[in-house]
T-cell receptor
Framework: GESVGLHLPTLSVQEGDNSIINCAYS??????FIWYKQESGKGPQFIID?????DKRQGQRVTVLLNKTVKHLSLQIAATQPGDSAVYFC????????????FGKGTTLSVSS | ETGVTQTPRHLVMGMTNKKSLKCEQH?????MYWYKQSAKKPLELMFV???????ENNSVPSRFSPECPNSSHLFLHLHTLQPEDSALYLC?????????????FGDGTRLSIL
């Protein structure tokens, strides 16, 4: 089975609401985590990353939270906009040189006006 | 513009054809990757090149043959593909094949095998 997964395959929100997308990982040795956004017809776009020595990191309208105790990662999007509609997926890495990223399946976020 | 360009964007080919996918990165990165993305599945890593040397080959059938002539270019040569090979093929690059670095993706080649 995959090491990284998401709790929900789809999430629908209203414009202006805050969105929370979740990801569970199983490898306690994972040291680095990334969130990607993939819009229709495009490749994955880097949003934000976090290392295991942190539990929170903020970007523009996005916040990533890392809970190493329960091996849980979340992406919070503030004031969700229609342009945020996309597939979001997380990826993990074991923190050693020469190890590949492991990707989860993705959550499709739909934002209605 | 992500700095990673893939061509063609779409490709339809028969099972007996030979074609190549091209990837070019303008980021000065040392590592490049090929991924396969199928519907409802996580990204599957196919090949990794670091400093033009292949460092990972994830049990990919020999009908897929990668080539990395220099650090900016990566090819995926296709020959005698099967219908189940229809998918989106993504190229990515990162500064190094190291931990704690994001990979930057192109927009992919949508491949359809007839």
């Amino acid at each position: 089975g995959e090491s990284v997964g998401l709790h929900l395959p789809t999430l629908s929100v209203q414009e202006g609401d805050n969105s929370i997308i979740n990801c569970a990982y199983s490898n306690s040795a994972s040291d680095y985590f990334i969130w990607y956004k993939q819009e229709s017809g495009k490749g994955p776009q880097f949003i934000i990353d976090i290392r295991s020595n942190m539990d929170k990191r903020q970007g523009q309208r996005v916040t990533v939270l890392l809970n190493k105790t329960v091996k849980h990662l979340s992406l919070q999007i503030a004031a969700t906009q229609p342009g945020d509609s996309a597939v979001y997926f997380c990826a993990e890495n074991m923190g050693q040189a020469g190890t590949a990223l492991i990707f989860g399946k993705g959550t499709t976020l739909s934002v209605s006006s | 513009e992500t700095g990673v360009t893939q061509t063609p964007r779409h490709l339809v080919m028969g099972m007996t054809n030979k074609k190549s996918l091209k990837c070019e990165q303008h980021l000065g990165h040392n590592a490049m990757y090929w991924y396969k993305q199928s519907a409802k599945k996580p990204l599957e890593l196919m090949f990794v090149y670091s400093l033009e040397e292949r460092v990972e080959n994830n049990s990919v059938p020999s009908r897929f043959s990668p080539e990395c002539p220099n650090s900016s270019h990566l090819f995926l040569h296709l020959h005698t593909l099967q219908p189940e090979d229809s998918a989106l093929y993504l190229c990515a690059s990162s500064q190094d094949y190291a931990a704690n670095q994001p990979q930057h993706f192109g927009d992919g080649t949508r491949l359809s095998i007839l």
